[in-house]
């Protein structure tokens, strides 16, 4: 596993913020925008060119800031899972974004005719660019591709490589996310009315609206041939994708969606309901996602397990936020431990659901994770302890 | 022109319902749900509008259920709240 | 495994490809950097109070994905899976340009709200109602490519019996006419417009009267010039093949065509060769054309007229093996056959 978001620079700088409940949500600071003092974010605290250097990139690239938190968190997945060598194994690479080159377009694009600084980054703007970039920095040749189903898109990207494994076409697969934070998106759910001027405080009755952040995480997938006598973090037992198909944006009020991804991620990991220890719910603290997101958990659990969103450590990651989760999900199995829901005080009066308030020791062998996006795209992933 | 003229040509304008005529809106029709069929994504923008147009901010997107109601209503709120 | 049918396609592009019976292709306007698809009255596919905010890819790819499901005889399909190169980029121009015009502010969200790169694959699903399988690929060339595969894989894993696959691009006021003058500036010669369109295809696991089979779809990030051939035929071996009948490739008249000409110029230089984005112009998911322009010649037994053809071969097409690739990378081989 590989990641940086607002909580840290490394999977092991998320343990310590995790444990310590140690949120990652600020005030911005690496770009000018309209909004910065109406609104918190999970910024990460490096900038473009600190980013550049750490990857050794020559100074006239054209990576955006998108290809290089991809690039930093493959890299220590690749360490991590002892790869040196990406030819021994068949290698494949599915990431995850929505604003593809968009800081980088946002920036240049009243100058991208006139100007050669800007001119370079015309073909970086199409969301495959950053994965492209990844492949090409790691000498990834095989199957490379992306996915972009708003906030799902790493979920399912993690999906595609478990389906790519089982049926043989790949031995080894580095799936996640890449997302930095923007002026496009910023101004999109600012425009939604969806963005809280407060450190977020999901499944909370008065809950403002999300904190966006930005991350890049991934994670490697391997089969049993290529793992070789490499310790297991974790299992990918089940996943489950299906479609709210209620509205563009909203959430079906009774979250159609997110119960049937869950109960297909169930299906497929022939687990029952009681067997799921800990949810890391989607909880974006928007009042539609949690109060849709509860009543299909409230559907499906009749004995609802421990669960929280840990959107307040790291804020929204958009494309990212199925990796991200992802990983949290294997540190909470290896530190045998639920990390908890920050801020929150009241439960939402029709639904009365309570998350896990503090950090609590707990028996965890399965974890349920949810990412939920606009077009109703609504993903689970199930998990488990090796 | 009177305000409800003027707000029916805006909306339909904004909203870009192409096939509706200024004609087919009555001041008292509801304008989301079952009357001309509007739901949230107009709503935020309609709230844009009021800001825009006639210097009415509004916070709470939920506000906007009952101003928005029907034209009548609408405008009646405009009249009294307006700044511009 | 299961055995992965392909049985309809539908293709919305520059040319009259929509539900015609008889493919002709007259040359494509070259004197503009983009060329329009031929729209078709969407107020006949599309209910008014969904279509006005509808961005020409949505309006394109929600048509075509209705014909290719009646055509295929599925009602609700059990996974719908799209391919966008540049995603709505209409869309996402417009709010960017509200952004910078209005410094952030009075800003309202329905552009942000379809800039969404699932905006195509979540509009059929709503207007269907179907809550199942949804996923959208966005890789540049390999974009439609990738969904292919995952479908195929579904119907040969037995997740789904049947998926509905599009590939969808959409030109807007501004990046389509970049990205033609930054490729232009790489060498002088003349260059394909930018353009669009949207293909649509029925899968299934089960056979049809018009059903063709899709027998391998594979995605490639990198390939050495000189191993492209090698690669192709191991293709054709894993298959069962010593040869194919035709062979349609993503010539663009640039420095690049010679990735086709290495895969043409040995084993398949007696083979028929077909090129086809002289008549539909370029791209990133424009490789869906050729899927349908291969399924209309294993069906009726015919190339259409106007394409650029070579070692035209009078016999019967029972194998067809496409080819593409994007400024040498994202290469992408897909084999169809007869059943």
Do not use: W
Not at chain 1, 5 to 14: N, Q
Not at chain 1, 125 to 140: L, M, P, R, W
Not at chain 2, 63 to 83: E, M, P, W
Request: overall charge negative; some cysteine.
């Amino acid at each position: 596993m590989g990641i940086i978001s607002a909580i840290g620079h490394t999977v092991e700088d998320h343990r310590t913020s995790l444990m310590a409940s140690k949120s990652g949500i600020s005030t911005i600071s690496n770009f000018k925008t309209a909004h910065a003092n109406s609104i918190k974010v999970g910024e990460i605290k490096k900038t473009n060119l600190e980013l550049s250097k750490a990857l050794n990139l020559p100074e006239n690239h054209n990576y955006t800031r998108t290809a290089l938190l991809g690039c930093i968190a493959v890299k220590e997945a690749l360490a991590q899972a002892n790869i040196s060598d990406v030819f021994n194994y068949k290698t494949g690479l599915i990431s995850a974004t929505t604003v593809g080159g968009m800081d980088k377009s946002e920036l240049h694009f009243p100058d991208f005719n006139s100007s050669k600084n800007a001119e370079k980054y015309i073909s970086s703007h199409h969301a495959g660019d950053s994965s492209n970039k990844i492949a090409n920095y790691f000498n990834i040749t095989e199957f490379v591709t992306t996915i972009s189903t708003a906030c799902s898109s790493a979920t399912n990207a993690i999906m595609l490589g478990a389906r790519l494994i089982r049926s043989g076409q790949l031995d080894r697969v580095i799936v996640g996310g890449t997302d930095p934070l923007c002026k496009f998106t910023i101004n999109g759910f600012k425009s939604l009315m969806i963005l809280s001027d407060e450190i977020c405080a999901p499944f909370d009755a008065n809950r403002k609206g999300l904190n966006l952040g930005e991350a890049g995480a991934f994670l490697i997938l391997e089969s049993e041939r290529a793992r070789q006598d490499k310790p297991v973090l974790a299992y990918v037992s089940g996943y489950g994708n299906a479609n709210d198909a209620f509205h563009q944006t909203a959430s079906s009020e009774n979250g159609d969606g997110a119960f049937l991804a869950m109960q297909k991620a169930l299906k497929l990991a022939k687990l029952q309901p009681e067997h799921i220890d800990y949810i890391n719910a989607h909880g974006t603290a928007t009042v539609n996602n949690d109060s849709s997101e509860s009543a299909a958990i409230k559907r499906l659990f009749t004995q609802v397990p421990k669960f929280s969103s840990t959107k307040a450590f790291t804020g929204h990651t958009l494309a990212t936020a199925g990796a991200v989760e992802a990983i949290i999900s294997i540190l909470a199995i290896q530190e045998q431990a639920v990390f908890p829901n920050l801020n929150f005080k009241n439960p939402i009066p029709e639904l009365g659901l309570i998350p896990e308030t503090k950090l609590v020791s707990a028996k965890i062998n399965h974890v349920l994770s949810n990412s939920f996006g606009f077009g109703g795209n609504c993903s689970t992933l199930i998990l488990s302890k090796a | 022109m009177s305000l409800q003229l003027e707000l029916k040509e805006k909306i339909i304008e904004l909203l870009n319902l192409e096939d509706i005529a200024v004609e087919d809106i009555d001041n008292s029709d509801a304008l989301f749900g079952d009357g001309l069929g509007l739901d949230s994504i107009d709503a935020l923008e309609l709230i844009v509008m009021l800001d825009k147009d006639y210097g009415i901010k509004l916070t709470n997107p939920n506000d906007g259920k009952a101003i928005f109601q029907s034209i009548d209503v609408l405008a009646n709120y405009i009249k009294t709240h307006r700044t511009k | 495994m299961k055995t992965c049918y392909i049985n309809s396609a539908v293709s919305i592009s520059t040319q009259d490809t929509f539900d015609v019976e008889k493919l002709v292709f007259k040359p494509l306007d070259y004197s503009n950097s983009t060329v329009k698809a031929k729209y078709l009255e969407f107020k006949k596919f599309i209910s008014p109070i969904a279509l006005r905010r509808m961005s020409s890819a949505v309006k394109m790819g929600v048509t075509a994905s209705q014909l290719a499901l009646s055509k295929a005889e599925i009602e609700v399909p059990d996974a719908i899976l799209t391919g966008t190169g540049m995603g709505c980029i209409d869309a996402t121009e417009t709010f960017l340009e509200a952004i910078i015009a209005n410094n952030e502010d009075y800003l309202t969200p329905t552009a942000f709200i379809q800039s969404t790169h699932n905006t195509v694959g979540a509009q059929i699903a709503l207007g269907l109602k179907c809550k199942s399988y949804n996923n959208t690929y966005v890789n540049g060339a390999v974009s439609f490519e990738s969904a292919l595969l995952d479908a195929k894989l579904c119907i040969e894993l037995d997740e789904d019996n049947s998926i509905l696959v599009g590939g969808i691009d959409e030109i807007g006021a501004t990046f389509s006419d970049l990205q033609y003058k930054n490729e232009l500036k790489d060498d002088s010669e003349i260059r394909l417009p930018k353009s669009e369109g949207a293909h649509f295809f029925g899968l299934s696991n089960i056979k049809k009267e018009n059903s063709i089979c899709l027998k391998s779809v594979e995605v490639l990030h990198h390939l050495k010039i000189n191993s492209i051939e090698t690669h192709a035929i191991s293709i054709l071996k894993k298959c069962g093949l010593d040869e194919v009948d035709a062979i349609i490739t993503g010539h663009k008249n640039d420095e690049f065509d010679v990735y086709y000409e290495s895969l043409l110029e040995n084993t398949f230089q007696n083979t028929t060769q077909i090129a086809y984005k002289d008549v539909v112009g370029d791209y990133f998911t424009v490789s869906g054309f050729a899927v349908f322009l291969a399924q209309y010649m294993l069906i009726n037994q015919t190339i259409p007229e106007g394409l650029t053809v070579k070692q035209n071969k009078a016999k019967p097409f029972k194998t067809i093996l496409l080819y593409n690739q994007e400024q040498g990378q994202n290469h992408s081989f897909i084999l169809i056959s007869t059943c």
